[in-house]
């Protein structure tokens, strides 16, 4: 009996000894799962980079609103929202402190893998492969473009590799900018071999706006577009040749002088309440702890402009539910933002009115002064003055270089309000110190940051391999 | 000298006992009873020492046994009674047998492996055990409340004062970082889930992210674990594993501890009936107050505008601008006052062959909030039958539990719809609980106002967040004693069951509520949450045994089997928003989402082998064993993992008056806790929709395919010492433990495109020292009283980290500004780190610095401000019996370790705290402060006086400060009381019963401590390993009263 025991104990051992313990988990697809179709994998995956964009551009309208006093975050019950990146900014813990940083390198990270997917398969014919390679390059400039704009002097890391733990340096400001004009460059390198249409669905935020970008030729204007506001930028920072090229870039995108009709032309991230999908959530109607920043309120004849009169929740707005002044952490805001009345109300990533902009800005860096000043008057008359209203202006007929910037400052703040300009835009003039103007803020000990740290985290991995370049700007033991 | 003595403990902790006549015996019957009353000792162990005789009494004491001819020596045991050898001369063929009371238990049965046990003793390792009388000594929101303060080494603590649960035990600190952090719970052989699901109130209060599907629950919650389905009433005892060598039969699923739950069974004979009926209620007490409000001006001021918006209406209310009276709004709201009772009625009885055990109970737990409480109505039935004479016995059990629970909102939210929260920010000056003209209750005009606030009473009145749970857990034993002959015993058991429960999940808030109207923050209006959750867990384990006797005094036994264990838990959850009105389905909804998770799915297959050997009369006690298990959590699904333990015992006996008997105890062992759920999958993960495309990225967090089980190593001794004629009892246990291979998920460097890996490394150390007292300290015929302290205490360690590791904050926080816990290497995991500001040399300033000399402050810091680890934890327990009368209670002591009162961050941001115009002073503010504020601040253009609430809100300095909000977490309190009067038993008589016993319970009825809020051993974030210091807006404390009447017949 024993003999008999033993031998079934033994046996039921070895029954279970060779019984399978694979359970598959079904709560996230699989790199193996996915590749059963390549195509389709490629495809999402792309498209994953498009959503993924889009989801990091609400915060970032949200934070470069608060650093460049468009507006205040007066989030219900906690005032950290605006004291971070108002007053504790040199904080790398603070709120909103190391913004655009490692949401857009997720996103890199996206695209990083989408490419090596694409160049591995052979479900994919050469130009479809091109068409691939555009988007995602110029997406991956578009990426570490928000990074570096958030970042200023700092600079930014522009490499990725296969190692997500590598400590890769961190490039100067200037260097960031050249990196990703030649990032560009090569997707539009990219694009021109695309053939006629892409392989994955491009949403309709490439083609509502009204400009073709959801085929490689339309995408290759927008990725011109960004090229021009690229140029532009380093053409401010003192790069001599630049406002040229931002020009030349300018040629190939969908810019006309601008009319009433014309000024929203673009390319949109898009929102939709459909399941698993995103609302944009600096709308009046999803986000009502946005206030108007005073120095905007205060603007003089900026109650005139339509501009204003659109993009604020006044009455007469598309936002007409009445409102109340907020008072947090010492400041009070008065009046809410309209910008984006809707819950689904597409946000622009670039559009013809800030083409005309940039137009300006570059023909006067270039020498064309009637033409910058007829850009400028056009936007004033076509964005500020369409509906009855008179457009704020400052110097309408600039006489120096500091004039033109500060009537350009005032356009741009306020036909690109709410759409990630203004910090960055006075940072680039160096007119930081305007910025910091206001009373109560000056009261409630407010500085301007000249740029968003870098995230703890950041500092701390850099720290732990050694600090490989030197102690980043901004981390603890660094240069402020 | 004690041959068949194990044989006899390990078989009938089977529910085995050989009932075999001796062909050539003779037949002795007797009876045992208490000494003290005459009071008959049911399921009392009789043995013949050196012979073969076994037997059993049953409920009315009687036994009979076969025994050699001659004189024989008959031993008598039982659990509660200090045992007893008797002798029968060779004529008598009747005894009668009188055992005194065992205070300390010793005699009771610990277990030792999954088909062994041994008497306590003689136990290797520090064992607790609580008994039926002791959990229901009051009611108990559930089983872990029941529990407190009486598991020393254990942490038990409720996450709030909701009625149904909602609790945490951590035994001997914390044992893992990211893994499962709870311990094992097993009742009658069953594992049992422990798992909490959320029922969506997230999609409500938006504590975290409510907008994507993951957003419809979430961990702020106020979850309930499924511990609080089981009816304390129909557990016989708990024993609590507290020991890496007593555990390690766990193997990779041990290193927390394992609490082993036994049902009441049958005792045979005639039926007897016993009925139970509790009535009382819950109030709610510590409640936070109000400030008082006296004028308009003062409410139109509250800071961050929080009064401004309801300006207009008050000017209407008080036209003189004098406020006459203050709603203390909390004192209206948790002020349910309808009884609670409980119900149990249970029956058991059999023959010799056939036992069986039916309770049955329903309990109504109304809890302090309006429409909240918990419902729970459980089935137990238990049989036992033996076959051939015993040699197969078979045990079945089935648990049928319906508990549904109705909590409301509580703990943190961004909505104002969770109570605590909401009246922070809304000054009493308006009587919330009241209907305007229309029908509708008044609407909240502070803070906002509109659908950024609510009005908690109407919220409560219309909100409905149910839990409905249908659970069945069945456990079927069997045993067969294959083979006894000689000295050699055998036997297979085969031990096993399912645990099943439904939870479904069913909120409904109207689109009419003052939140939602015309939308909530979200722009939806009305929304509904099902969720459906499924769990379904069973396993089964075989085992043989061998025990071998080869002369009088040694034995060994020898354990040998496998054992398969499988968990599943999924989740399916369905929302709308944007209802239709009146329509509460999720079909209607302008918006609708839904998740499907499975949260766990996890098989386990173990080897076990395992050697007890006692030796030397009993006086030396070896064990050792060791498990393989592996899993499919693992890295490796083939590998098996090793888990082995050691540990001895010797008592030196009969040392004299003084000291009685001295045990001196010790082991080691080394037990796994296995990877989360997914730990080894290397993922893609779906990104958010857009343009109609369901998209593909990155998994955040990267997968590890070669992960393992953290590994727990532990060495422990301990000693008992009962002394002074057996009067007194000293257990003390130090342990030292060390945790390897920690499950952790260091960040990656943000520029490198994902946020975490998952690895295995670092080290953790526990060192703690448990300590005992008990004390018989009279034992007459009229008067008993037993005295018993603990103490117990633990140290954490974060030894180190591996290098490419950074420090890391402990998942489950609010950040710098309210403090978590930080691992980070050579610290200690209960540190509490936060911003602090330093002086120009990096020394920390005092406390309000900020206010008092900001041109002094060079920079802040986050470091380490506290220390959430008590300095001990002391509980204290007694029981006086005087005549007919018994008073019996539970006391404990926690003394220091901070809590983060983010609770009153809010009252004093809302300026609505009971204190907040108090004067400064040392005593108010306690230490650590600098008191030298400026008189008045400038909020605006206004200039105010500088009073408690304004200065310490101010020194926090929306973060800057995290000392302003952190207290000591020091209490003494009492946790239950009974006094109960059993009525003579004439009076019994006359009504026809058996006993009759009236109780006076009562559960937290006093709390000793100065903190500010409700209760220290709250936490906002459920059950959490770190992090349990966080006490934000919880469901108020409340203490129970209740008036228990029992009889039995």
Not at chain 1, 237 to 262: E, K, P
Not at chain 2, 113 to 128: C, F, K, P, S, Y
Not at chain 2, 666 to 687: C, E, Q, S
Request: net charge neutral.
């Amino acid at each position: 009996m024993l003999r008999k025991l033993s031998g079934m104990m033994a046996a039921v051992a070895a029954t279970l000894g060779a019984c399978s313990l694979d359970l598959t988990n079904p709560n996230a697809p699989t790199q193996s799962g996915a590749l059963t179709n390549p195509r389709d994998a490629a495809s999402r995956e792309i498209v994953g980079v498009l959503a993924t964009y889009r989801d990091n551009r609400a915060d970032q309208i949200r934070s470069f609103g608060s650093f460049g006093r468009e507006t205040y975050y007066m989030f219900i019950t906690d005032g950290r929202f605006i004291t971070g990146p108002y007053r504790d900014w040199k904080q790398n813990n603070a709120f909103e402190a190391g913004t655009q940083w490692a949401g857009r390198y997720g996103n890199y990270r996206n695209a990083y893998a989408a490419i090596k997917l694409v160049n591995s398969t052979s479900a994919l014919t050469p130009a479809e492969k091109a068409g691939a390679l555009g988007v995602l390059n110029t997406f991956i400039a578009l990426d570490i473009l928000h990074v570096t704009e958030a970042r200023g002097a700092i600079g930014a890391v522009v490499d990725m590799t296969d190692d997500v733990n590598a400590v890769l340096p961190i490039v100067s400001e200037d260097s960031a900018y050249k990196w990703i004009t030649a990032k560009l460059d090569e997707a539009k390198g990219n694009l021109d071999t695309a053939g006629a249409s892409f392989f994955f669905p491009m949403h309709a935020g490439f083609s509502a706006g009204g400009v073709a970008a959801n085929t490689p030729a339309g995408f290759g204007q927008f990725n011109r577009a960004l090229k021009a506001r690229v140029e532009a930028k380093r053409g401010s920072l003192g790069c001599a040749s630049c406002y040229a090229t931002s020009l030349t870039a300018l040629g190939g995108t969908w810019i006309s002088d601008l009319t009433a009709a014309n000024r929203d032309l673009g390319v949109y991230v898009i929102y939709s309440t459909a399941s698993n999908d995103l609302l944009n959530t600096v709308s009046f109607a999803v986000n009502r702890d946005l206030y108007v920043h005073p120095l905007i309120d205060s603007i003089a004849g900026v109650r005139l402009d339509d501009r204003y009169r659109r993009k604020v929740a006044i009455i007469g707005s598309a936002c007409t539910t009445p409102y109340n002044s907020r008072t947090e952490v010492g400041v009070t805001g008065t009046n809410q933002p309209c910008t984006y009345a809707t819950n689904v109300a597409p946000i622009p990533i670039i559009r013809n009115e800030e083409l005309v902009l940039l137009r300006a800005e570059a023909r006067w860096f270039t020498g064309d002064q009637v033409g910058a000043l007829a850009d400028l008057a056009a936007v004033r008359a076509s964005s500020g003055a369409t509906n009855g209203g008179t457009a704020a202006v400052k110097f309408p007929a600039p006489t120096s270089d500091d004039e033109f910037e500060e009537e350009l400052l005032l356009q741009r703040t306020l036909s690109l309000f709410q759409e990630g300009h203004r910090w960055v835009d006075y940072r680039r003039f160096n007119k930081l110190a305007e910025l910091g103007t206001l009373g109560q803020d000056v009261t409630a000990g407010f500085t301007v940051a000249p740029y968003s740290v870098l995230p703890t985290q950041e500092c701390d991995s850099r720290k732990r391999a050694g600090n490989p370049g030197g102690i980043p700007r901004s981390c603890p033991g660094g240069a402020p | 000298m004690t041959r068949p003595l194990l044989l006899a403990a390990a078989l009938l902790a089977l529910g085995l006992a050989p009932a075999r006549a001796s062909a050539q015996g003779r037949e002795v019957t007797g009876r045992v009873t208490r000494t003290l009353g005459q009071v008959p000792v049911g399921l009392a162990t009789i043995t013949e020492v050196g012979g073969q005789g076994v037997a059993q009494s049953g409920a009315d004491g009687d036994f009979r046994i076969t025994v050699a001819p001659g004189d024989v020596r008959l031993l008598i045991r039982a659990i509660g009674y200090q045992r007893k050898e008797v002798t029968v001369k060779a004529g008598e063929s009747n005894v009668t047998v009188t055992l005194d009371e065992d205070p300390f238990k010793l005699e009771a049965v610990v277990v030792t492996g999954q088909a062994t046990t041994l008497e306590r003793r003689n136990a290797t390792t520090a064992t607790v055990q609580v008994t039926n009388d002791e959990l229901t000594r009051a009611p108990a929101q559930s089983l872990e409340q029941a529990m407190q303060g009486k598991v020393p080494g254990a942490t038990i603590s409720m996450n709030s004062g909701a009625p149904g649960g909602g609790a945490q035990v951590q035994i001997r600190g914390v044992t893992s970082i990211l893994g499962n952090g709870q311990p094992l719970f097993v009742l009658d052989g069953v594992i049992i889930s422990n798992d909490a699901i959320s029922d969506g109130a997230n999609s409500v209060t938006g504590a975290g992210s409510r907008s994507s599907p993951s957003g419809i629950g979430g961990i702020q919650d106020a979850l309930v674990n499924r511990l609080a389905d089981l009816n304390p009433a129909e557990i016989e005892s708990i024993e609590v594993l507290k020991s890496a060598a007593a555990t390690a039969m766990y193997g990779s699923r041990a290193t927390n501890g394992v609490v082993i739950i036994r049902s009441k069974r049958g005792t045979g004979g005639v039926p007897r009936f016993n009925l139970t009926s509790r009535i009382g209620r819950s109030t709610a007490y510590r409640l936070l107050g109000t400030r008082q409000f006296t004028t308009v001006t003062q409410v139109a001021e509250l800071p961050y505008g929080n009064g401004s918006t309801g300006v207009a209406q008050m000017n209407a209310l008080y036209p003189s601008g004098q406020i006459p009276f203050t709603h203390d709004y909390e004192d209206e709201f948790y002020s349910n006052s309808h009884p609670s009772y409980e119900v149990t009625g249970s029956f058991s009885g059999g023959t010799a062959a056939t036992q069986y055990y039916v309770n049955l109970t329903s309990r109504d737990e109304v809890g302090t909030a309006p429409r909240t409480g918990a419902r729970l109505y459980a089935l137990r039935t238990n049989v036992d039958q033996s076959f051939l004479e015993g040699k197969i016995k078979v045990n079945v059990g089935l648990n049928v539990t319906r508990n549904s629970l109705n909590r409301g909102l509580s703990n943190n939210d961004n909505t104002c719809t969770s109570p605590i929260y909401c009246f922070a920010y809304t000054p009493g000056v308006i009587n919330l609980d009241s209907l305007d003209a229309t029908g509708t209750y008044v609407r909240n005009p502070f803070n906002g106002g509109g659908s950024t606030v609510s009005n908690p009473f109407e919220t409560f009145q219309y909100l409905r967040v149910n839990e409905l749970v249908f659970r069945q857990i069945g456990t079927l034993g069997a045993s067969w004693a294959v083979l006894s002959r000689g000295p050699h015993q055998i036997s297979v058991t085969a031990t096993g069951g399912l645990d099943r429960a439904q939870v479904s999940g069913d909120l409904f808030s109207p689109s009419f509520l003052q939140y939602e109207s015309p939308t909530a923050t979200d722009g939806f209006s009305g929304r509904a949450v099902r969720t459906e959750g499924n769990i379904f867990n069973y396993n089964l384990s075989v085992l043989g045994t061998w025990n071998y006797q080869p002369w009088n005094g040694i034995s060994f036994t020898t354990t040998g089997g496998f054992s398969w264990a499988s968990q599943y838990n999924r989740v399916l959850r369905d929302r709308a928003r944007g209802l239709l009105p009146g329509v509460e389905t999720t079909n209607s909804g302008t918006l609708r989402d839904g998740s499907d998770s499975v949260y766990a799915d996890f098989r386990n297959i173990s080897l076990d082998a395992s050697e007890q050997v006692q030796a030397l009369s009993e006086r030396l006690t070896l064990g050792g064993g060791i498990r393989a298990d592996r899993s499919s959590a693992d890295g490796d699904r083939r590998k098996y993992y090793l888990f082995p333990r050691a540990s001895a015992s010797y008592r030196f006996t009969d040392l004299g008056d003084l000291f009685n008997e001295v045990k001196l105890r010790g082991g080691w062992a080394r037990t796994g806790n296995r990877p989360r759920y997914g730990d080894r999958d290397l993922l893609l993960r779906t990104g958010s929709n857009i343009g109609g495309t369901a998209t593909l990225v990155q998994a955040t967090v990267a997968g590890n395919a070669d992960i393992k089980p953290e590994t727990l190593t532990e060495i422990e001794a301990g000693a008992d010492v009962t002394f002074l004629r057996r009067r007194l009892q000293f257990e003390g246990t130090g342990y030292r433990r060390k945790i390897t291979d920690l499950l952790l998920q260091p960040a990656t460097i943000p520029s490198g495109g994902l946020t975490n890996l998952v690895v295995n490394g670092g080290e953790l150390s526990n060192i703690g020292l448990e300590l005992g007292l008990s004390a018989a300290a009279v034992q007459s015929r009229d008067v008993d009283l037993t005295l018993r302290a603990t103490f117990a205490k633990n140290k954490q360690e974060i030894k180190n980290l591996p290098s490419f590791v950074p420090r890391f904050p402990a998942p489950g926080s609010f950040g710098a500004a309210f403090g978590r816990n930080y691992i980070s290497p050579g610290g200690r995991t209960t540190w509490v780190w936060g911003n602090v500001p330093l002086d120009a040399n990096g020394n920390p300033l005092p406390i309000g610095t900020l206010i008092t000399d900001p041109s002094a402050v060079a920079a802040t810091r986050d470091t380490v401000a506290g220390d959430a680890n008590p300095d001990f934890v002391m509980a204290f327990s007694s029981s006086l019996r005087w005549k007919r009368l018994t008073l019996a209670w539970t006391m404990d002591w926690r003394k220091g370790g901070v809590v983060a009162d983010m609770t009153r961050t809010l009252w004093d941001e809302g300026g609505t705290s009971r204190d907040y115009d108090d004067p400064i002073t040392r005593e108010t503010m306690g230490d650590g402060w600098d008191l030298n504020a400026p008189a008045t601040y400038k909020l605006g253009s206004v200039t105010y006086p500088y009073t408690q609430g304004s200065f310490r809100y101010n020194s926090w300095s929306n973060g800057s400060d995290v000392r302003a909000y952190l207290e000591n977490g020091t209490y003494v309190r009492v946790r239950d009381i009974s006094l109960s009067y059993e009525a003579p038993s004439g009076v019994v008589q006359e009504l026809g019963a058996r006993s009759l016993r009236v109780t006076f319970q009562a559960r937290n009825p006093f709390v000793f401590t100065h903190y500010w809020s409700f209760d220290p051993e709250y936490n906002n974030f459920g059950a959490t390993n770190l992090n349990r210091f966080i006490d934000l807006a919880p469901y108020p404390s409340n203490r129970q009263f209740f008036l228990s009447v029992n009889v039995g017949w």
